[in-house]
Structures are given as C-alpha cells and as structure tokens.
C-alpha cells in the first residue's frame, strides 16, 4: 500500500498536468478538473447518500436497473453517482432520475477523496465491475460493495505479484459479488473472506439500449441495407487493419457490402482514415459531419453516444477487443439490437456468454483476415435471421435476478454507523 501511495503521489504533478492540458485543449472544462479534485457546486450528502461508482458508458448503461431499485427503495436518500469519463456523467445525467447526481469521479489521492467526502458523506460505497481504486476503498469510512466483479486470469496474476495490496483492499469490502464463477473464485484467492462473496451476477443482459434518433436512422437506411451492412464495434489499435482487409476482401465478391467502424477511442479516427484510404476505399467521417451516401464503402463513425444508431444500422456487427487481447466488448447490446454477432478469440471479459452463444450458433468466432472475410461474406440475410433469434434466447436466459443483490445492500446501507 506504501509502494502505491509513493508511486502515484510522484505521478501527481504529470495527471494534474495532463487534465489541465484537456481543458486547455477544450476536452474538458475547468468545473470538470474540480469534480476530479473533489469539488463541485452540487448539493452535498447529510451521512446518508448512496455512492455509485462505474467508469464510463458501458457499466453504467448496465447498472441502470440496480441504480433504480437503489432508488426505489431509497427514495429519501440523496445518490451520487460518479464515473471517469465526461460521456458516461452525460449519460447519467440524462436520467433524469429524482435525487440523483452524476459527476466525473474524484482522483485516487487522499486528499482529493477527502474532500469529496466531506461534501458527500456517503453511507456507503457502491462499486461496479473492477474499478478497484485502493485508496478509494482503503479509506472509505462507510461499507463497500463490489458488484458484478471482473477479475481476469492475467489481472489476478498481476494483482498476486502486488503482494499485499489487493488483501489490502480487499479486507475493506464487505460484499462483493462477482459477474462469473471463475472472477469469483480469483478473488477469493487474492484474498477475498468467502463470507463476504455474494452469488454471481452480470448486470450487462439488463441493459436497455436508446432508441436512435429517427430521422436520421430513416435517412440513413436509405444508403446502409440492413443484411448489406457490417458494423465494426469499439475497435481498437491492431484491429481496424485487418477487419479492413477482411471487408475488402468479402466486398469483392459482395459488391453491396458497407462497413461502419466505430473505434472504441475516437481520436485514433486520423490513423484509421489513413489506413482507410490505404485500403482504397472510399470513405466519410462522421465527426467531419459527411454524411454517407451511395459511394462511400466506408464510414467512420468517429462519435461518441451514437451507438444505437450503428447497431440500427448494421445485420452483422463484429464486437472489438477480440482480435486484440483486450478482453472483447459486450455481446448484449448488438444482440439486443438484433444483429448478428461476430468476434475473435479475446473474449475474457464475457467468456461464458461467448462460450454460450457459439455453442447456440448465435455467434460465429475469428482469428483473422481469412474468416473474418468469410463471414463477413457468407451472413446471408437468414443466416443473419437465425443467429439473432438463437442470440435473443441466449439473452433472455442471462437476464440477472437482482434481489438478493439488491437486499444485502440495503442492509449495508441501513447497518447502524
């Protein structure tokens, strides 16, 4: 735990320096760099605010429903809900929901949290996924909860040769209920009191996506057919070169193919347009406000919160991260969009669900430029038909019962201080 502080206390000068260079380059603003210090201008907690921590669009898309029974059952109690990213407080905010504030996250410093504690006084501690900041957790003074916990084999490895620090944080959460059985059991091994571990749960099937704006889903169709089009999802560096390769390849023998690639981090879009225009193939970017039309091969969906709207879009959706070893993205929402689904070999992070959908036929997996590009080209329109009637059953099936999660936090929240 001394090695961290010291570690991140000698990297303070250059994170201060890097957020005050986002709000010099407009990114962000200067209320934001507050919130991130601790600050702000909201109203503050009484000692009984409820404290909801997911890093950004994704984990707070799938918490929702658990953010909502929170509410339910607390309707008197003030919540805070912060996260890391400017997007996913947005997203939040867009709730509308009574009582609930969304702000960026304080920074994993003490004094920071101190700070945002003395506003707040949270009753408890609310964390989502694997957003295991130590001295957010070491030094909270109200319980901690961890739900829908993911710890891969290559982090459990990492956390296990930090020696004592994960024991550390660790010791400090009083329930933690972890999204597979193989997370589950790494952090009992790192140090987790059985007594503690709650069931299993993944909060990602009871997402519920927004609807696209019409208007512009309505003209854009007139350009991307549904069974013709190929959605590359959250792509990362390493990917966008061979799902461009592949779609080449499958368009020569499949004139009327589109693609739409959405990186996972917009600003790489310049080296994805280069690599584009290496390719030869005629494109447009969004974030430039080209609109598509009936020559562009490609389009570079260089946006953020417009997702809806590319899965509206496409038949076939390959999920990124998979060609790459990041874990792979969310099969959920492109299943729940209704497209089919197709994705590489990195599939950590939701390995079960993966593991399920192949079985079912409900996905198809890839390795490279090869298959890729035949299954790009070989998705007929009731292939994709099938795949997505066996993907919505997968779902269904996976839909988590949150009420035994829902009740141990409310006895945290209520536990006596």
């Given amino acids: 735990m001394i090695l961290y502080r010291l570690t991140i206390t000698a990297l303070a000068p ?26 702000g201008a909201e109203t503050g907690g009484d000692g009984s605010a409820i404290w909801v921590h997911g890093a950004s669009n994704g984990e707070l898309t799938s918490a929702r429903r658990l953010i909502e029974g929170l509410r339910r059952q607390n309707p008197a109690r003030a919540m805070v809900v912060t996260t ?14 009574p009582s609930v504030t969304a702000r960026l996250a304080p920074l994993d410093y003490r004094p920071v949290l101190a700070r945002f504690r003395r506003h707040w006084q949270p009753a408890v501690l609310i964390v989502l996924e694997n957003e295991l900041w130590a001295n957010r957790i070491v030094t909270a003074r109200a319980p901690v909860a961890v739900v829908a916990a993911r710890m891969s084999a290559r982090s459990a490895r990492r956390w296990a040769f930090a020696g004592g620090l994960m024991r550390r944080v660790l010791a400090n959460v009083s329930y933690l209920s972890a999204q597979d059985a193989a997370s589950a059991q790494r952090f009992v091994s790192l140090g987790l009191e059985t007594a503690r571990a709650g069931p299993v749960i ?5 997402i519920e996506m927004a609807a696209p704006p019409a208007g512009l889903l309505a003209n854009y169709r007139n350009v991307f057919t549904r069974e013709d089009t190929i959605l590359a999802a959250s792509t990362h560096a390493g990917e966008d070169q061979t799902v461009l390769a592949a779609f080449a390849r499958a368009r020569a023998e499949r004139p009327a193919l589109k693609l739409i690639v959405a990186p996972r981090h917009p600003h790489r879009a310049p080296d994805i347009a280069a690599l584009i225009a290496a390719a030869g193939l005629p494109f447009a970017r969004r974030s430039q406000g080209a609109d598509p039309d009936a ?3 490609v389009y570079l969906a260089d946006t953020l919160g417009e997702m809806p709207l590319w899965y509206a879009l496409a038949g076939v959706c390959f999920v990124g991260g998979s060609l790459v070893d990041k874990g792979g993205h969310t099969p959920f929402e492109p299943a729940l969009a209704g497209s089919s689904i197709v994705h590489g070999p990195h599939v950590a992070n939701f390995a079960p669900v993966y593991t399920t959908l192949d079985a079912a036929g409900a996905a198809v997996a890839v390795s490279g430029v090869d298959d890729l590009a035949a299954a790009l080209r070989d998705l007929s329109p009731e292939g994709q038909a099938r795949m997505t009637r066996a993907a919505t059953t997968v779902v269904s099936q996976s839909e988590a019962d949150l009420a035994p999660v829902l009740n141990r936090l409310q006895s945290l929240i209520d536990a006596p201080r």
Avoid: C, F, H, Y
Wanted: zero cysteines; aromatic letters at 6%; charged letters at 25%.
């Fill in 14 to 39: 250059l994170v201060l320096a890097l957020l005050i260079w986002r709000v010099a380059r407009g990114r962000e603003t200067w209320g934001d760099l507050a919130q991130r210090l601790g600050g």
């Fill in 295 to 297: 020559e562009t091969a």
């Fill in 202 to 206: 993944s909060l990602k099937p009871g």
């Fill in 84 to 97: 890391n990213t400017t997007t996913a407080r947005d997203l939040v905010r867009g709730w509308q929901m």
